[in-house]
């Protein structure tokens, strides 16, 4: 079956700007994770979706948002964009919870300039 | 809060040799240990986990091994091949109401299979 796809792949833009990144999880996966991956801090947990509920976020700020549709697809917002900003955002499924083998998409690699 | 240390940024080993990488963990808590493969352009792979109630995991030619009193983590790929060049991740998470905490990531190891 089809892998975990994310839209688009790269992506540049500027600071001050809105960025939206897309994310289709595995057929019957409900659970969809969010993860930022950085060289300086690695990869870090931005939040999971379940059933079109946020049910954790991690550390970051409210400029990051996102919210899952009723066919388990996934949306990210970053708002405001900030230099930091620029990093690979990786989308994950799985059929429950993180515990159970999450599936990697390739990601989007965004550069904010 | 939980953090996941790595002991080595690099690892080289020659083709055919075991390579351990190794791995610690500061939440005692911490109940499921995931190790993740990540290639060039591609998103992370998980290759096998072990959950706390176990102290070692066996699969196609990789092994974990979970040490909960010292908090160690760490993974053997026995036979190394040229496509077990990646950076490999521990990663950390435990259970709490819905379990749907985020993994914890380790900064990664980057192996590298000399020929």
């Known amino acids: 079956k089809a892998g975990v796809t994310q839209t688009p792949r790269y992506l540049i833009k500027t600071r001050g700007q809105q960025v939206t990144l897309s994310c289709s999880p595995i057929?019957?996966?409900?659970?969809v994770s969010w993860y930022q991956q950085t060289p300086g801090q690695g990869l870090q947990f931005l939040f999971e979706?379940?059933?079109?509920?946020?049910?954790n976020k991690g550390n970051f700020p409210g400029r990051f948002s996102g919210r899952q549709f009723s066919n388990s697809r996934s949306e990210m917002n970053v708002s405001t964009l900030e230099l930091g900003d620029s990093a690979l955002y990786l989308c994950?499924?799985?059929?429950?919870?993180?515990?159970?083998?999450?599936?990697f998409g390739p990601g989007t690699r965004l550069l904010v300039l | 809060g939980e953090s996941v240390g790595l002991h080595l940024p690099t690892l080289s080993v020659q083709e055919g040799d075991s390579a351990v990488i190794k791995c610690t963990y500061s939440?005692?808590?911490?109940?499921?240990f995931p190790w993740y493969k990540q290639e060039l352009g591609k998103g992370p792979q998980l290759i096998i986990d072990?959950?706390?109630?176990?102290d070692k995991r066996q699969g196609q030619r990789v092994t974990v091994l979970l040490n909960k009193t010292v908090k160690h983590l760490s993974l053997q790929i026995a036979a190394t091949q040229p496509g077990d060049s990646a950076v490999y991740f521990c990663?950390?998470?435990?259970?709490?109401?819905?379990?749907?905490?985020?993994?914890?990531f380790g900064k990664g190891t980057h192996l590298i299979i000399q020929p």
């Open positions: 939440d005692s808590a911490s109940n499921y």
């Open positions: 979706y379940f059933s079109e509920t946020q049910r």
């Open positions: 994950a499924s799985s059929y429950g919870t993180v515990q159970e083998t999450q599936y």
């Open positions: 990663a950390e998470n435990w259970a709490r109401g819905g379990g749907a905490d985020g993994l914890t």
């Open positions: 072990i959950r706390s109630n176990m």
């Open positions: 057929s019957g996966h409900r659970s």
